[in-house]
T-cell receptor
Framework: DTAVSQTPKYLVTQMGNDKSIKCEQN?????MYWYKQDSKKFLKIMFSYNNKELIINETVPNRFSPKSPDKAHLNLHINSLELGDSAVYFCASSHHEELETQYFGPGTRLLVL | QKEVEQNSGPLSVPEGAIASLNCTYS??????FFWYRQYSGKSPELIMF????GDKEDGRFTAQLNKASQYVSLLIRDSQPSDSATYLCAVKKPNSGYALNFGKGTSLLVTP
């Protein structure tokens, strides 16, 4: 059983398009995250949701809009894709506590042409 | 000053040796610290976490934390070629919903 899953695994698209990435976790966690890993492999938090409510937005352009329909799902919609959006996007989940471990999904590799 | 700093490496050690990976962090309010391993093309996977000063051992891995010096390290004993990966130090951001602040990672190469 996959703990944190993401779809699609690969996404190749043209500049200006709109795309979505989906994430689901079956760990019973109440908090989910989106991280972006750029070409230099630097992993950076984008958003955090706790019980479907946004709790962190780390100065991400408003072209990125996360949506959490329930505690087990956190989707990421990106409008007007730009070349600089090319990266690997990781979803993660955890319980909302200081000492809880975050578990990562397999990542979605986005390439904007 | 970067919030979490790591030497990017590559750090090369011979098989069977001890690999020592270091990390410093800037926010004195940080309480919990994590080491993740990431193989090329894969997602980060947790190796260890630590939140008390001192050492914490798990198999071949030992995490060390010194909050006064704002320093975290990971020792890998009896290094194996399969340990070759990028090791990411992560610190939970205080007052920010427990998101992780990652260092840029240290690339470890264990040579047979």
């Amino acid at each position: 059983d996959t703990a944190v899953s993401q779809t699609p695994k690969y996404l190749v698209t043209q500049m200006g398009n709109d795309k979505s990435i989906k994430c689901e976790q079956n760990l019973g966690h109440d908090t989910m995250y989106w991280y972006k890993q750029d070409s230099k492999k630097f992993l950076k938090i984008m958003f955090s949701y706790n019980n479907k409510e946004l709790i962190i937005n780390e100065t991400v352009p408003n072209r990125f809009s996360p949506k959490s329909p329930d505690k087990a799902h956190l989707n990421l919609h990106i409008n007007s894709l730009e070349l600089g959006d090319s990266a690997v996007y990781f979803c993660a989940s955890s319980h909302h506590e200081e000492l809880e471990t975050q578990y990562f999904g397999p990542g979605t590799r986005l390439l904007v042409l | 000053q970067k919030e979490v700093e790591q030497n990017s490496g590559p750090l090369s050690v011979p098989e069977g040796a001890i690999a020592s990976l270091n990390c410093t962090y800037s926010d004195r309010g940080s309480q919990s610290f994590f080491w993740y391993r990431q193989y090329s093309g894969k997602s980060p996977e947790l190796i260890m976490f630590i939140y008390s000063n001192g050492d914490k051992e798990d198999g071949r891995f030992t995490a060390q934390l010194n909050k006064a010096s704002q320093y975290v390290s990971l020792l890998i004993r009896d290094s194996q070629p399969s340990d070759s990966a990028t090791y990411l130090c992560a610190v939970k951001k205080p007052n920010s919903g427990y998101a992780l602040n990652f260092g840029k990672g240290t690339s470890l190469l264990v040579t047979p």
